[in-house]
T-cell receptor, first 111, second 114 residues
């Protein structure tokens, strides 16, 4: 399982775009990159997943460069409710393997 | 999407007693479930992998006799914290593999041992 490194914390203001970068230098060929969001006293929630280039859904975008050694989660126009911890995970998604969480990034959105 | 229901959401127990936490897959069959523990301001730590009809696989350092896991059906896995002590107070979270949706997590159980 590839190890991931993220900033421990980030601050932002409402309405700004937030980009959280995750490093995964040892990513394997079959690994996908998945991001989860966790609010206090709740279980993590799936945000987005990708393998290469760019993926976009209704809540976020995920940018993955060609070497796949890093990825960036982009949250457009954040609001106070986006204050949470964001985890980047790397592994063979949907293959029945266990998910190992890194330290995550605590995002604080201020008014 | 797939839903995993976890109960109770909060429990307080006396030191030395046992507590059972349930994790149910509501609209799908979960052959494999995972149990995590999370201390304040820390990340989720995987405790064990629960497989329906077989023994759970515990991560290194997790006491299997203290954290009993039972996965007797395709929709239910239980975690029993036996002879709980204050240091077992934590947030416990279950997760299930949901096929196309990947992994879905329960809402967690806050255990406080007094």
């Amino acid at each position: 399982l590839a190890k991931t490194t993220q900033p421990i914390s980030m601050d932002s203001y409402e309405g700004q775009e937030v980009n959280i970068t995750c490093s995964h230098n040892n990513i394997a060929t079959n690994d996908y990159i998945t991001w989860y969001q966790q609010f206090p006293s709740q279980g993590p929630r799936f945000i987005i997943q990708g393998y290469k280039t760019k993926v976009t859904n209704e809540v976020a975008s995920l940018f993955i460069p060609a070497d796949r050694k890093s990825s960036t989660l982009s949250l457009p126009r954040v609001s106070l409710s986006d204050t949470a911890v964001y985890y980047c995970l790397v592994g063979e998604h949907n293959q029945g393997g266990k998910l190992i969480f890194g330290q995550g990034t605590e995002l604080s959105v201020k008014p | 999407g797939a839903v995993v229901s976890q109960h109770p959401s909060r429990v307080i127990c006396k030191s030395g007693t046992s507590v059972k936490i349930e994790c149910r897959s509501l609209d799908f069959q979960a052959t494999t479930m995972f149990w995590y523990r999370q201390f304040p301001k820390q990340s989720l730590m995987l405790m064990a992998t629960s497989n329906e009809g077989s023994k759970a696989t515990y991560e290194q350092g997790v006491e299997k006799d203290k954290f009993l896991i039972n996965h007797a059906s395709l929709t239910l896995s239980t975690l029993t914290v036996t002879s709980a002590h204050p240091e077992d107070s934590s947030f416990y979270i279950c997760s299930a593999i949901t096929g196309e949706d990947g992994y879905t997590f329960g809402s967690g159980t806050r255990l406080t041992v007094v």
